[in-house]
């Protein structure tokens, strides 16, 4: 079931107490938005033609930033609530050399996609999924957070107001990057006196250069990812520069990425650099545990729902290392990766290997995912938010 514009998001979303916001969009509509629904009225669907869209070499996509036409930024003071944003050119923003998130990291962001239907619609999977886990990461990193209207709300108005850089059926996706920092100057550390929330898109193709082909992953075990109490369980912008150092190392080596192992006994699989890992043994699928140094992953959470809809048995666990020796597949999963298959995994020297390609577990269920996305596979989840 496809949600429309003007759809609220029931008791999930009103057990967070959302209030209700209105944003205004800037010269590119024209018009104030009062509400997500004026919108849906006044961007009628329209039949999808090729030159709708930017010039670009659609069929060659990478994954990396691409400017487009418009960002939307909303600001608020500490102690108070986002109110209103607004639509801007793409460009700089202005921050001080004393703002939070460049001396102390204060930020948190986000990440989903936009993909474009036959008939030309645009297709958003669980906004809503990343609005919560950004108000989750706010509240541990001492920021104030938007709405999870307003999340939703600025998110859509980003998108539309640059459709055009969604690429045709079939060749990529709009990635959507929500981003929220500490944009106020403080010396001393302490939260920041000003806050921004800004959305960006930029159209991308696969995630790995490799493109479809099984990952290749190497156990790190001189570097940590997370630790119990850390800041492993939420997106925080200070997650990811510290692994550049393991991934950079494992890359000089041929491999396309690191698995990281439990900070503690370095015994137990946690998470690749950037996706989520599930194991398959038989009908049995099983992922790490959410236990504070793990990403929720919206898409590792999706996985889960269609497996088990598949007839698998999901467990969240505490997997061992030594357990990939006896897995008939691996595959990770992630909002830029998608659900890409792993080839193999060396550990301590040993090469261990997977089964890849058709008639994979991880291909059935990659399969539904992406048809749900692009509208080629009936919702039944009521994931989809149609924006247009």
Sequence with gaps: MIQRISAGFGNLVQSFRVASSSSKIGCYYGFSSQASSSLQQMCEPSIYRDDDNADLDWDNLGFGIMPTDYMY?????????????????????????????????????????????????????????????????????????????????????????????????????????????????????????????????????????EGFAPLNLYVE?????????????????????????????????????VLYLDSVNKKNIEEVSSCNIFIVKGNAISTPAINGTILPGVTRRSIIEIARDHGYQVKERVIPIDELTDADEVFCTGTAVGVASVGSITHEGKRIKFKTGAQTVSQELYSTLVGIKTGLVEDKMGWIVEIE
């Design 221 to 257: 075990k001189d570097f940590d990812r997370a630790s119990r109490g850390g800041t492993g369980g939420i997106k925080s912008i200070t997650n990811y520069a510290p692994g550049l150092k393991a991934l950079t190392k494992a890359k000089n080596r041929g491999f396309s990425d």
């Design 73 to 209: 930024l909303m600001k608020c003071s500490k102690g108070e609530d986002f109110e209103q944003g607004q639509l801007n050119r793409y460009g700089n923003i202005e921050l001080g050399p004393a703002a939070g998130v460049l001396n102390y990291g204060q930020a948190v962001y986000e990440g989903t996609k936009v993909h474009r239907k036959e008939d030309g619609r645009l297709l958003l999977f669980r906004p809503e999924q990343n609005a919560i886990r950004m108000k989750f990461g706010a509240e541990r990193m001492c920021m104030p957070s938007p709405s999870i209207d307003q999340f939703v709300d600025a998110v859509k108005q980003t998108v539309l107001a640059n459709k055009r850089w969604v690429p045709p059926p079939g060749k990529g996706s709009l990635y959507i990057r929500p981003l929220l920092m500490g944009s106020g100057q403080i010396l001393g550390l302490s939260a920041a006196p000003e806050y921004t929330f800004l959305v960006y898109v930029s159209p991308v193709g696969n995630y790995f250069k």
